[in-house]
């Protein structure tokens, strides 16, 4: 069934939305996404894979300090030897 008119194209505006945010699939476009669509049919999704995303990025930084905390140890080392 096809739905036209107003309620017609926001559902294609939403999904057009939705499959251009899916292809950029960063951070700060699913925040955009959810702030222009937050009561869309594609919102519980669009929340777990930001969710998702942050976590990744958490994990990243937590990743990138320690490698940096064991790099400058590892000079700290080689000045005092």
Known sequence: MQVSGPVG???AANQQDY???HS???ISAWK???RKHP???YEKQA???LSDLEEIHQRELEEERRRKIAE???ACR???A
């Open 9 to 11: 194209s926001d559902l």
């Open 19 to 21: 499959e251009q945010t």
């Open 24 to 26: 950029k699939d960063t």
């Open 32 to 34: 955009n996404y959810l």
């Open 39 to 41: 009561n869309s049919e």
């Open 47 to 49: 929340r777990q894979r």
């Open 72 to 74: 400058d140890e590892q």
């Open 78 to 80: 080689s000045l005092t």
